[in-house]
């Protein structure tokens, strides 16, 4: 296994994270350590090996939400910071366009540059754990 660059690597997970879990991905060649991007909703005029999808020598790269980093990191957010709008917060998370709403929860507290600093270190931790259980070298 070559080894993957961690901020390429934070590029594709920020990439899959980017919408829905099925709309976006990107797979680490384990043989050369390159990293594919595929989208079903961009043309990203990337060649990309036929047996992407389907062979063991390819590993995606996690969505945010397989590693947690989702609502449950807002809400342990919203606990530490503002836990007197934690039950406000979690009912946001009822409705479409929760993530939006949440934000301007944030922005409204004088919180959202604080959870974007919360959220990336997280991402982060959660991203070298990933690469650790999948035996992934990082430069």
């Known amino acids: 296994m070559h080894s993957i660059n961690f901020n390429e690597l934070r590029n594709a997970f920020e990439f899959v994270s980017f919408g829905p879990s099925s709309q976006h991905s990107a797979y680490i060649c384990m043989d050369t350590g390159v990293i594919y991007w ?15 999808e389907t062979s063991d020598r390819y590993i995606p790269v996690p969505h945010k939400n397989d590693l947690k980093l989702g609502q449950s990191l ?46 990336a270190n997280a991402s982060d931790i959660a991203l070298l754990d990933w690469c650790k259980d999948n035996n992934i070298d990082l430069i």
């Open 74 to 119: 807002a809400l342990s957010f919203i606990s530490e910071e503002i836990p007197h709008d934690y039950n406000f917060a979690a009912s946001l998370f009822r409705k479409r366009g929760a993530y939006r709403r949440f934000k301007e929860l944030l922005q409204s507290e004088g919180k959202l540059e604080k959870w974007h600093a919360f959220e």
């Open 38 to 52: 595929v989208s079903t909703v961009i043309d990203l005029e990337e060649k990309t090996p036929d047996d992407l």
